[in-house]
C-alpha cells in the first residue's frame, strides 16, 4: 500500500503558466481534499471531493480547478500561476467526511 | 478572530518532561477533534483524536477535550528529541464535514 501519493514533488513556474497537481490513493477512500500550506497559516482546504462525481470549493478556490477523475485520482490545476500561490500542497484522502484523512508527502510549488 | 487558534511557539521543553500543548476554536457545535504531527518538510501525520469530554490516552500522548470552555489539549509526556516537531490542532465544526486547521504549536525537546 503507497497510501496517497502525490506527483510532482518540486515545481518550479514562471508567472501565467500552468500546470496540474497529481495525486492518487489506493486506500479505496471515498473523500479526497487538496490543501495548500503557508508558514504560519496551517493547512488551508482548497477544494474536496465528497465522492467520485462531486466536487466542492473549500476555503481558497480562487485561481484553482480540481478534477476528481476516477475514485483514486484527484488532480489539481492552476491555469495561470501567480506568486501568491509559491506554497506547499498537501492532498489527503479518507474513507468519508466524518473519518480521519491522511495526507500526501506534498508537491512544493515556487512561481517566480 | 481565527475559527482554531494554536500558540505558534516554539514551546521548549527539556527531554523527558511534559510538554502541554493547547487549541482553542469558535465553533461552539463543533463535534471531532484531530491532533497531527508535522516533521520539518514532511506531511501531517494523525497523532489521535477526540469526540468526547475528558481525556484520551494514547501511548505517551493524552488527549484533553473542554467542549464548555471551547478547548483541546494534547499532553506529551516523557518527551523524546524525537518529539520535536509542530503540532496541528484540527477541529470539525459542527455545520459541514471539512476539517479547520490551527497554525500549529513547534515543539523542541533539548537532550
Known amino acids: 500500500n503507497a497510501g496517497v501519493t502525490q506527483t510532482p514533488k518540486f515545481q518550479v513556474l514562471k508567472t501565467g503558466q500552468s500546470m496540474t497537481l497529481q495525486c492518487a490513493q489506493d486506500m479505496n477512500h471515498n473523500s479526497m481534499y487538496w490543501y495548500r500550506q503557508d508558514p504560519g497559516m496551517g493547512l488551508r482546504l482548497i477544494y474536496y471531493?465528497?465522492?467520485?462525481?462531486?466536487?466542492d470549493k473549500g476555503e481558497v478556490p480562487n485561481g484553482y480547478n480540481v478534477s476528481r477523475l476516477n475514485k483514486r485520482e484527484f488532480s489539481l490545476r492552476l491555469e495561470s500561476a501567480a506568486p501568491s500561490q509559491t506554497s506547499v500542497y498537501f492532498c489527503a484522502s479518507s474513507t468519508g467526511q466524518q473519518e480521519t484523512q491522511y495526507f500526501g508527502p506534498g508537491t512544493r510549488l515556487l512561481v517566480l | 478572530q481565527k475559527e482554531v487558534e494554536q500558540n505558534s511557539g516554539p514551546l521548549s521543553v527539556p527531554e523527558g518532561a511534559i510538554a502541554s500543548l493547547n487549541c482553542t476554536y469558535s465553533d461552539r457545535g463543533s463535534q471531532s477533534f484531530f491532533w497531527y504531527r508535522q516533521y520539518s518538510g514532511k506531511s501531517p501525520e494523525l497523532i489521535m483524536f477526540?469526540?468526547?469530554?475528558g481525556d484520551k490516552e494514547d501511548g505517551r500522548f493524552t488527549a484533553q477535550l473542554n467542549k464548555a470552555s471551547q478547548y483541546v489539549s494534547l499532553l506529551i509526556r516523557d518527551s523524546q528529541p524525537s518529539d520535536s516537531a509542530t503540532y496541528l490542532c484540527?477541529?470539525?465544526?459542527?455545520?459541514?464535514?471539512?476539517?479547520?486547521f490551527g497554525g500549529g504549536t513547534r515543539v523542541l525537546v533539548k537532550p
Open positions: 477526540i469526540y468526547s469530554n
Open positions: 484540527a477541529v470539525r465544526p459542527a455545520a459541514g464535514n471539512k476539517l479547520t
Open positions: 471531493s465528497a465522492s467520485e462525481g462531486t466536487t
